[in-house]
């Protein structure tokens, strides 16, 4: 996408959600969406850093924090231990690895289509249906059999 266009983009993202559309908030919006991973925090600062030389790890947090709250971004599942964020808005659900915490999107008509329940117990209103496949990515894998390969040629 056009600087330009991009920059105008961003301005309309900030405008629907009440928000000020700063220098560094673009910095850091530009970097989110151009990223196509579930980015941490950790990870948005060290790509921003050298765009922005001054900014703090404390910033980027607080900017990711006002993209959630304000609706322009999602935290993905936070109970994986370290705070995710979602730029795909399009309906998806999630695998998740659970040696190395990576997350990528599973596409899927099947569990795209399940309906969000309107009535739960305890009076709980549900927002979104979230749908996490737990396993082993295939880097773990493969780090994995390589290993177990090791330790059985290696035994006495």
């Given amino acids: 996408m056009a600087e330009a266009a991009q920059f105008e983009q ?11 559309p700063t220098h560094q ?8 969406v151009g990223m196509k ?17 001054t900014v703090s790890l404390a910033t980027v947090y607080k900017n ?9 971004f999602r935290e993905v599942s936070p109970h994986y231990g370290a705070v995710r964020v979602e730029t795909n808005s399009t309906p998806h659900a999630h695998m998740v690895c659970r040696k ?14 399940l309906p969000v329940p309107r009535e739960l117990p305890e009076g709980f209103l549900a927002e979104r249906l979230s749908i996490d496949v737990l396993g082993i990515c295939a880097a773990c894998q493969k780090s994995e059999s390589s290993s177990d390969s090791f330790e059985r040629s290696h035994t006495c």
């Fill in 100 to 113: 190395c915490r990576s997350i990528f999107d599973l596409d899927s008509a099947a569990l795209d289509a």
């Fill in 10 to 20: 961003f301005q309309a993202v900030c405008k629907q959600a009440g928000i000020a």
């Fill in 25 to 32: 908030r673009l910095v850091i919006w530009q970097t989110m």
């Fill in 64 to 72: 990711i924090r006002v993209f959630v709250e304000a609706g322009i």
């Fill in 37 to 53: 991973t579930h980015p941490s925090p950790e990870s948005v600062y060290a790509s921003v850093k050298p765009q922005l030389p």
